[in-house]
């Protein structure tokens, strides 16, 4: 499954919101810098999906706080 997500750094907490089924925003209080952020919105997004964190995998946007994740159920 492929989704869309806009990722919010700095932010008060670590969050997933779902805009509708392909749009999410990740909010979270990781800078995004050496790549910090993306392992967090990894992890944010797994325990979301309830999969793990091997099964996350950001195909577009590695340096952009817009992204395509592609999510595999197994």
């Known amino acids: 499954m492929k989704i ?11 969050i997933v919101e779902k805009i ?3 749009n999410y925003v990740v909010r979270t209080t990781t ?8 392992k967090v ?3 944010l997004l797994a325990s979301y999906f309830d999969v793990a964190k091997s099964c996350i ?3 577009k946007g590695i340096k952009s706080k ?4 592609d999510i595999d159920n197994g």
Do not use: E, L
Request: proline share 3%; hydrophobic share 35%; net charge positive.
């Open 66 to 69: 817009n992204k395509i994740i």
């Open 57 to 59: 995998q950001i195909t």
């Open 4 to 14: 869309n997500v806009k990722v919010i750094t700095k932010a008060h907490k670590n």
């Open 31 to 38: 800078v995004p810098a050496d790549g910090k952020a993306n």
């Open 20 to 22: 509708d089924n392909k």
């Open 41 to 43: 919105v990894q992890k």
